[in-house]
């Protein structure tokens, strides 16, 4: 019943292996292949197109459900709805940010310091909208080019600044450049056309998505552990189990143990594992998760 549009570019092969592992896998018979299909009745279309024009593909009707980044629906000031964010990236789990940036070597700490000289500050970036935006709110005269792409390298030469999309800095770092104002902290969203979205049937079918995606997503942090203990030792180590909720203990048979069982944060496990050892847990299993839905 759903027609949604993902991400193609930068974020495509994340948001692919997003799905795979929330059992919506797409399917398409190349990787440059624009019309793909998902085995589930709640999606009957599937295409692939860049993050720019999906919210205003979805706000005009054309999907119902897309993925796009938050920056191109301010950018665009699409009229869609947001059925909430998806903390993932190219990278990471982090959001990117929308940065003004200027040489290493410039003066300018703020946009209150900006400033083109005798003439209007030149900027180039691919959010002209945004800019514009924050320029005119800071009382900044600037002159706001289109970038299509490069945008790092036409600083000093074409432009006396930037606003670019960053997740790690590096490339700002790289071309010589430092950030001195975030004009937006953009995460993944998963969003809607309004109508499609009042239509109950409709908005049902898009909330057990974003149930599926979020719970895939929360899972990756996250892996089961579950351990045997002896009575004597059970307070020890329950104390030292952090859970997202309280530990599941059930009683073993016969010699009076306790079988214990709780989530733990991922980056942790290396750590707790030895000292649960140490506390007198022993049959000690560390195992992935798929999904984790509250």
Not at 31 to 60: F, G, K, N
């Amino acid at each position: 019943m759903l027609r949604l549009v993902l991400p193609k570019g930068s974020l495509e092969e994340a948001t692919l292996e997003l799905f795979a592992a929330a059992d919506l896998k797409v399917y398409r018979t190349s990787a440059v292949d624009y019309r793909a299909r998902i085995h589930d009745d709640r999606i009957i279309d599937v295409t692939i197109l860049r993050p720019q024009e999906i919210p205003l593909y979805v706000s005009q009707g054309l999907y119902d459900l897309g993925i796009t980044g938050r920056d191109w629906i301010e950018e665009h000031s699409a009229d869609v709805v947001s059925l909430g964010e998806l903390p993932y990236s190219k990278a990471s789990a982090d959001p990117v940010r929308i940065v003004l940036a200027v040489p290493e070597s410039s003066p300018s700490k703020s946009l209150d310091d900006l400033t083109g000289g005798d003439r209007p500050l030149r900027v180039s970036t691919e959010y002209p909208n945004l800019t514009r935006r924050a320029l005119l709110d800071a009382g900044v005269e600037a002159e706001i080019s289109f970038s299509y792409g490069a945008t790092e390298a036409k600083v000093p030469d074409i432009a006396d600044c930037v606003v670019e999309l960053t997740e790690t800095g590096r490339a700002l770092r790289a071309a010589g450049l430092k950030s001195i104002h975030t004009l937006l902290v953009s995460f993944t969203e998963l969003i809607a056309n309004p109508v499609s979205a009042a239509d109950p049937e409709k908005r049902r079918a898009m909330e057990q998505i974003y149930t599926l995606l979020m719970g895939t997503l929360e899972a990756r942090e996250k892996v089961l552990v579950k351990l045997n203990v002896s009575a004597e030792r059970r307070a020890a180590v329950l104390e030292r189990l952090p859970s997202l909720r309280a530990p599941t203990v059930s009683e073993l048979a016969g010699d009076g143990g306790f079988a214990i069982e709780t989530v733990v944060l991922k980056d942790e496990i290396n750590t707790l594992i030895p000292e649960l050892k140490e506390l007198g847990a022993s049959d000690i299993l560390e195992l992935a998760l798929a999904k984790i839905v509250h």
